[in-house]
């Protein structure tokens, strides 16, 4: 089966084509994008387009604790590239010891999300979402303020970093969440073993036992794609030109009764604990907890049995991935 039959038979790709393998570098908007073959570049707003000069100093401010008001807390804290952008937490603890409610998602492939944060259905701007943890209070993740603009400003490689981004503008809030946003619409990664399948028509790490997880994975018996479909088995992802209407479920993992979107399931086998609120230590559990057809008053999930064997498969499948 060519990778293009494996794309079409388990039916996952939502307006994206794959034409062959290889990786392809094109110009968009002035910004030189390295994109796996087929991929187009992600959706920008017109208001921060995207430059090097952007990246570049939000990929130095990404690891920047200074950032945080007490100077302990970088976004690399909470998502750390050791970590698949993740921090190993159940539920992420901001700079000034207070517990979030929720766990750190990874930040792989987020350009192409169509809403952000694991619950809000209105929040569709990167640029509005890093304003969450920079300057939220409730809780405090890094308490990015006056103070800080003050100390980043007066740093002379900083300086040149911005100066190059945003010529004379004066470093503030804005500018440096258009640079972070900038970079971490780059964050774009596809080279899993199940990618590998998919766009290299690379089978090498995906053997038999995996291609039977994934045939589990999108079967009507398990349901599994009917939520985690499309580029990161996650839903609707966005296009450029194009609206696109986010999706909410009630899985009721710790019976919340609140809807969460489906995250993304790429290296979900290395982001552990998992769910909204990291409630699930091992996708051992999460496949026990979808056996068990979710928690109370779950929506569109019911119980399945799975053999051993099967098990082995669908957790192999969710490795490659
Ligand atoms: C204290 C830990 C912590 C810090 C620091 C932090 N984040 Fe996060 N991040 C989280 C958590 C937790 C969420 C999920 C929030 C939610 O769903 O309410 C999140 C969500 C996100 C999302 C949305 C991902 C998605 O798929 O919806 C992005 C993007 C993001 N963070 C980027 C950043 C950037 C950039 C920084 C630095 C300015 C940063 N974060 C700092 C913990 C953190
Ligand atoms: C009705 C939609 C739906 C179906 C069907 C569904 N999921 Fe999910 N999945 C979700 C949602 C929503 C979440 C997040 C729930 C939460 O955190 O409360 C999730 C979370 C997950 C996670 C955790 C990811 C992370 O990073 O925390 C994994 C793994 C997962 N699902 C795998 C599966 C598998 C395997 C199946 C099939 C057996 C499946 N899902 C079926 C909607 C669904």
Same mark, same amino acid.
């Given at each position: 089966?060519?990778a293009?039959?494996?794309?079409?038979?388990?039916?996952?790709l939502v307006?994206?084509?794959?034409?062959?393998?290889?990786?392809?570098?094109?110009?968009?908007d002035?910004?030189?994008? *390295?994109? !796996?073959?087929?991929? $187009?570049?992600? @959706?920008?707003?017109? /208001?921060?387009?995207?430059?090097?000069?952007?990246? &570049?100093?939000?990929?130095?401010?990404?690891?920047?604790?200074r950032?945080?008001?007490?100077?302990?807390?970088?976004?690399?804290?909470?998502?750390?590239?050791a970590?698949?952008?993740?921090?190993?937490?159940p539920?992420?603890?901001?700079?000034?010891?207070?517990?979030?409610?929720?766990?750190?998602?990874?930040?792989?492939?987020?350009?192409?999300?169509?809403?952000?944060?694991?619950?809000?259905?209105?929040?569709d701007?990167?640029?509005?979402q890093?304003r969450l943890?920079?300057?939220? *209070?409730? !809780?405090?993740?890094? $308490?990015?303020? @006056?103070?800080?603009? /003050?100390?980043?400003?007066?740093?002379?490689?900083? &300086?040149v970093?911005?100066?190059?981004?945003?010529?004379?503008?004066?470093?503030?809030?804005?500018?440096?969440?258009?640079?972070?946003?900038?970079?971490?619409?780059?964050?774009?990664?596809?080279?899993?073993?199940?990618?590998?399948?998919?766009?290299?028509?690379?089978?090498?790490?995906?053997?038999?036992?995996?291609?039977?997880?994934?045939?589990?994975?999108?079967?009507?018996?398990?349901?599994c794609?009917?939520?985690?479909?499309?580029?990161?088995?996650?839903?609707?992802?966005?296009?450029?030109?194009?609206?696109?209407?986010p999706?909410?479920?009630?899985?009721?993992?710790?019976?919340?009764?609140e809807?969460?979107r &489906?995250?993304?399931?790429?290296?979900?086998?290395?982001?552990?604990?998992?769910?909204?609120?990291?409630?699930?230590?091992?996708?051992?559990?999460?496949?026990?907890?979808?056996?068990?057809?979710?928690g109370?008053?779950?929506?569109?999930?019911?119980?399945?049995?799975?053999?051993?064997?099967?098990?082995?498969?669908?957790l192999?499948f969710?490795?490659?991935?």
């Amino acid at each position: 089966m060519g990778a293009r039959s494996v794309v079409l038979a388990a039916g996952i790709l939502v307006g994206m084509l794959v034409l062959g393998g290889g990786v392809r570098s094109g110009r968009a908007d002035g910004y030189r994008w *390295t994109l !796996p073959e087929g991929l $187009g570049p992600p @959706p920008v707003p017109p /208001d921060n387009p995207m430059s090097e000069e952007k990246v &570049a100093l939000g990929r130095r401010l990404f690891a920047d604790v200074r950032l945080s008001f007490n100077r302990t807390t970088s976004c690399a804290t909470c998502h750390d590239p050791a970590r698949e952008l993740t921090d190993g937490l159940p539920r992420a603890i901001g700079a000034s010891g207070e517990p979030h409610a929720r766990n750190t998602p990874s930040l792989w492939n987020v350009a192409y999300n169509v809403t952000y944060t694991w619950i809000d259905q209105g929040l569709d701007r990167l640029e509005d979402q890093l304003r969450l943890p920079l300057t939220g *209070t409730s !809780p405090v993740e890094m $308490g990015f303020g @006056p103070g800080q603009v /003050d100390v980043l400003a007066a740093d002379p490689e900083i &300086a040149v970093l911005h100066r190059a981004a945003f010529g004379d503008a004066p470093l503030d809030e804005t500018t440096v969440v258009q640079a972070l946003a900038s970079y971490v619409r780059t964050l774009i990664r596809m080279d899993s073993a199940f990618d590998r399948r998919l766009y290299w028509d690379d089978p090498s790490d995906f053997d038999a036992t995996a291609a039977s997880g994934m045939a589990l994975f999108f079967s009507e018996r398990l349901g599994c794609g009917h939520c985690h479909a499309g580029l990161h088995l996650s839903g609707p992802t966005a296009e450029p030109g194009r609206a696109v209407m986010p999706v909410f479920h009630r899985t009721a993992v710790s019976d919340s009764s609140e809807s969460f979107r &489906a995250p993304s399931l790429r290296f979900v086998g290395r982001t552990a604990p998992y769910m909204h609120d990291g409630s699930l230590a091992t996708l051992a559990e999460v496949v026990a907890f979808y056996e068990r057809g979710g928690g109370r008053d779950a929506e569109r999930l019911r119980p399945f049995a799975l053999s051993p064997a099967e098990r082995a498969a669908l957790l192999a499948f969710l490795a490659s991935l």
